[in-house]
């Protein structure tokens, strides 16, 4: 790994010397200056030998340049001890020749001073360091000690300033840690000497909560982020808060992914919410939010994915537990390691160490879904516009890595129905609200879709029911004058119209059959008519047939007639004009 | 440190090494190279030795630009150092010891009449 170069957006004129500490690096844009001094200040207790440290050890470990630790406060092995926790072996560093560590005692009562002299010796001891492992990287921690030790301020002064120019001349990247003076950066003005990157940190007690900020005051010639920026100290020693972009760019996909609730999926188009989106539950206390989270990250682990559950009331136990009781098992998707919980108490430190805590998990774990229950627990670490904007940047945080956000927010009885804590509600995306219906000496849950950007959804409420194969979606009624029912209400009137309804469909069969019946005496009538109809028919067939018959008799009457009074044989048609005597 | 001005006391408390007489002064000088001050502290040293523990003092100079590593074992910072380590190793005492009487206090040597003056920075020297 060599050391990384133009990191920074100036160009080539400016190298940059990466520190290795998570998020520093973003924030100044690839690092401490290069080849020249830093100077990092603060009050006591503020993390100022850590940060040295650090930057040190990672140089040592991460980026294989050697550094020097020259130490003017603790001794190299208080030094080694403290750090042990942090999981750096300075003692391993050392017989690699990574790490050279001096400790420079300057005790008043052990000096005394006659005439004029000057620091060579630590600068032999400084170039005999240097030399031994080629280091890249020094820390003076902290170098206004000497002054503590000396009383000749214009003699040190003019030393510092020689010592700081040899540094640069020598090629080392240098950090150097000062106290906070009053008014000034530092206690000795060493800022003067020092000044072409300046950080600042800061422990700050608000309210009994305790945050710790760091800002860049100054970098000569690269930009840099000018905010606060709050870090922690844990087990793994400093993390800042990474800058998230506060432009507005993310992407979006039409991926959707399912709620855990089937019908709540139907009341979306079918599909349930944007993938990246982020998801707000609301409801009095007691609603079920808890329980529409607990079936979306089981859901998300059904289809594989990772989930991230912060809690701020509940302990995970008693979540499992909770939802276990209505048919949601989240036990097996934490032994398969698909879902993490981390749940501490709002109070437990301020807004901005929550949200790098958050950050921190948020990255190790790298979730596909993140659920926040509850968010407005917060207001107790903070007040309402700080966790609206930590609320922001966090929202912003997971959309721009596209990871979907279940929130549930706890809203109080007296609140207009459709008012979130914090003015939450325009950062969102999708907007489940759950309402109490209260009616005929029961209360029941409704559950509606109260927005939903980008897709149809149902504006319908259905009542919200929770027992023991889980989650629930049914159909309303409505009573008269528009009264929603639900809970035993419901189920009366569904009774009351199933009644209704069998009451109806009897009916209709009765009149049926009868109308039938009626129409077979139609037929039957229509039958007997056609029947005297044939008849008739017949009748007058009968009739003709026997006209036609005494014709035709008639006529061989005649003929034999004729015959035997032997008259003229006449042509038996009797056309002709009859001639002979009228027979 | 409170000592009788009167005389110098040269107790040993430690076991001497052998070679050296019990009353012996075991002076070392730290420098880096010839510099205008450590050649000043030099000759200061000296003559200050002279005039005061004639015979019973040895200065053994460091220098540090040979041996750098002298430097942190012996924590020190300012140069020119003086420190004295028989008798009794005891504070060290930085600059070019142009501050006779001082450096004379530090010795716990009393003020004699001061022979010559000492060589300041601005004094001529050799």
């Given at each position: ?565 032997e008259a003229d044989v006449a042509a038996p048609a009797v056309a002709g004009p009859r001639r002979g005597r009228h027979l | 440190m409170t000592r009788l001005p009167k005389k110098i006391k040269a107790r040993t408390r430690k076991p001497k090494p052998a070679a050296l007489p019990s009353d012996l002064w075991d002076l070392r000088l730290y420098v880096a190279g010839r510099t205008p001050k450590s050649v000043r502290a030099l000759r200061n040293l000296k003559r200050l030795c002279e005039e005061n523990l004639k015979g019973k003092y040895h200065i053994e100079v ?60 601005d004094g001529e020297d050799a």
């Amino acid at each position: 790994m060599k050391p990384a170069k133009n990191n920074g957006k100036t160009g080539p004129s400016l190298h940059k010397c990466p520190t290795g500490i998570v998020g520093l690096d973003q924030i100044t844009n690839g690092g401490v200056p290069r080849g020249r001094p830093t100077l990092v200040c603060g009050g006591a207790g503020c993390g100022k030998t850590l940060l040295a440290v650090e930057f040190i050890v990672r140089g040592a470990i991460q980026f294989n340049e050697p550094g020097v630790f020259m130490s003017f406060e603790e001794t190299s092995e208080d030094l080694s001890k403290n750090v042990r926790s942090l999981g750096f072996d300075l003692d391993d560093l050392i017989r690699r020749e990574k790490l050279a560590m001096d400790f420079v005692r300057v005790e008043r009562s052990e000096i005394e001073e006659t005439g004029e002299y000057d620091l060579e010796g630590l600068f032999v001891r400084l170039n005999h360091a240097i030399d031994s492992i080629k280091a890249k990287r020094v820390v003076l921690d902290t170098v206004e000690t000497l002054f503590a030790g000396l009383t000749n301020t214009a003699i040190l002064r003019a030393e510092l300033r020689r010592l700081f120019l040899w540094l640069k001349d020598k090629g080392v990247t240098v950090l150097i840690t000062g106290e906070k003076g009053d008014g000034t950066l530092t206690r000795q003005g060493i800022e003067e000497y020092v000044s072409d990157c300046v950080i600042m940190l800061d422990h700050r007690v608000h309210d009994q909560l305790s945050t710790r900020r760091l800002r860049v005051v100054k970098y000569r010639g690269s930009t840099h982020g000018t905010n606060e920026y709050p870090f922690i100290i844990d087990a793994q020693g400093i993390s800042v808060l990474p800058v998230t972009s506060m432009g507005l760019n993310h992407l979006a996909t039409t991926t959707r992914i399912s709620s855990g609730v089937k019908r709540l999926d139907t009341m979306m188009g079918g599909k349930g919410f944007f993938r990246g989106s982020s998801i707000l539950v609301s409801g009095t206390a007691g609603t079920g939010k808890t329980s529409i989270a607990a079936a979306f990250a089981k859901a998300a682990c059904q289809r594989g994915e990772k989930c991230l559950f912060f809690g701020f009331e509940e302990s995970p136990a008693q979540i499992i537990r909770n939802m276990l009781s209505i048919g949601i098992d989240l036990a097996p998707c934490v032994k398969k390691g698909l879902l993490r919980f981390h749940t501490s108490r709002p109070t437990l430190y301020g807004l901005e160490t929550h949200l790098t805590v958050m950050h921190k998990q948020i990255e190790e774990f790298k979730p596909g879904v993140v659920i926040v229950d509850p968010v407005t627990n917060m207001i107790s670490a903070g007040i309402a516009q700080d966790v609206r904007s930590m609320l922001l940047r966090l929202m912003d945080y997971l959309k721009g890595r596209q990871i979907t956000t279940m929130m549930t927010s706890l809203s109080s009885v007296g609140d207009a129905i459709e008012q979130s804590v914090c003015g939450v509600s325009s950062l969102i995306d999708t907007w489940v609200f759950v309402q109490d219906i209260e009616l005929g000496g029961e209360r029941n849950r409704g559950l509606y879709i109260l927005k939903s950007r980008g897709m149809a959804h149902s504006n319908q409420i259905r009542e919200f029911v929770l027992s023991d194969h889980g989650i629930e979606l049914l159909d309303v009624y409505l009573g008269p004058s528009g009264v929603v029912l639900a809970g035993s209400a419901r189920l009366a009137q569904a009774a009351r119209e199933q009644a209704e309804d069998a009451a109806s469909k009897q009916e209709i069969l009765r009149q049926r059959t009868q109308a039938q019946a009626q129409r077979k005496a139609l037929e039957a009538q229509i039958a007997a008519l056609q029947a005297q109809g044939l008849a008739q028919n017949l009748a007058i067939e009968h009739l003709a047939a026997q006209d036609r018959l005494r014709a035709v008799q008639g006529q061989a009457d005649r003929t034999a007639m004729a015959r035997s009074r032997e008259a003229d044989v006449a042509a038996p048609a009797v056309a002709g004009p009859r001639r002979g005597r009228h027979l | 440190m409170t000592r009788l001005p009167k005389k110098i006391k040269a107790r040993t408390r430690k076991p001497k090494p052998a070679a050296l007489p019990s009353d012996l002064w075991d002076l070392r000088l730290y420098v880096a190279g010839r510099t205008p001050k450590s050649v000043r502290a030099l000759r200061n040293l000296k003559r200050l030795c002279e005039e005061n523990l004639k015979g019973k003092y040895h200065i053994e100079v460091v220098d540090l630009l040979k041996h750098p590593h002298r430097a942190k074992v012996d924590q020190i910072v300012a140069l020119p150092t003086l420190v004295r380590k028989l008798p009794e190793s005891m504070k060290q005492i930085i600059g070019d010891l142009s501050n006779t009487e001082k450096v004379l206090l530090w010795g716990g040597i009393s003020t004699r009449t001061a022979k010559s003056s000492p060589d300041g920075p601005d004094g001529e020297d050799a």
